[in-house]
């Protein structure tokens, strides 16, 4: 006996008037609908001997499963390498195609980043408590570290070559370093080992935030 169909996923959003971006697979007949824009673009890197050119398109496309046409837009850049397209299909019309796929779904995909460095670098993702209270309480409390790491990241100035550095980077280098403590009545002093590689920046930070604290 035939299993059923799994039901789309495309149609179940639209049926409950959920907006949607999803990547998409290219093929040959999606590529047929964009063979003008994809020669238009490598035409235009190829004259001008240019490194890279990139341009943005839409058209109506539906895959075998589909019962009805949807929009695509496509990303097409042509490099020294080659040519890369990257194609998403949405619900979403009121926009254009370089908005769309620069502001909305790239921001879609910074998230997904964002929510890696909190599993893979803060080991949330060690859920296996019994009881889903504790399991929420164990992802609250490694929220808490998530943004404190955000804060830090976010107070490196960009020449610096931790602007960009993971979280596991940033620990390694700003917080799990020695320093020797030196108490008195009025003050509490740290010194940094002479050869602290990031000492000029641990102190630019530490004072940064000790006069505009957030």
């Known amino acids: 006996m035939a299993r ?11 049926a409950n008037d959920v907006q949607y971006l999803f990547g998409l697979s290219s093929n040959s007949v999606l590529a047929s609908q964009l063979q003008a824009a994809m020669d238009q673009v490598r035409a235009r890197r190829a004259l001008d001997d240019l490194d890279a050119v990139r341009a943005y398109t839409e058209t109506r496309y539906a895959a075998g499963r589909w019962q009805r ?3 695509v837009v496509a990303r097409i850049e042509a490099t020294r390498l080659g ?5 998403v299909v949405t ?3 009121h926009c254009a195609p370089e908005w769309f796929y620069a502001s909305l779904y790239c921001a ?26 504790a399991n929420q309480m164990r992802l609250g409390l490694h929220t808490a570290p998530y943004w404190l790491m ?4 976010d107070a490196i100035p960009s020449p610096q070559p931790l602007a960009n550095a993971e979280f596991s980077t ?7 370093i020695a320093v020797r ?28 935030f000790l006069l505009h604290p957030t």
């Not at 040519?83 to 194609?87: A, F, I, N, W, Y």
């Not at 955000?150 to 990241?153: H, L, N, S, V």
């Open 181 to 208: 403590v030196h108490e008195t009545a009025s003050r509490v002093r740290r010194a940094l080992a002479a050869n602290c590689p990031d000492a000029v920046l641990f102190r630019g930070l530490l004072r940064g």
């Open 170 to 176: 940033i620990r390694a280098r700003l917080l799990k």
């Open 69 to 71: 046409p949807r929009r």
């Open 83 to 87: 040519l890369d397209v990257r194609c």
């Open 108 to 133: 879609r995909g910074q998230a997904e980043n964002l929510i890696k460095k909190h599993k893979s670098q803060l080991a949330s993702d060690r859920t296996s408590c019994r009881s889903p209270l």
């Open 4 to 14: 059923p169909r799994a039901p789309c996923p495309l149609a179940w959003c639209e």
């Open 150 to 153: 955000r804060t830090i990241a």
């Open 91 to 93: 619900n979403i019309r």
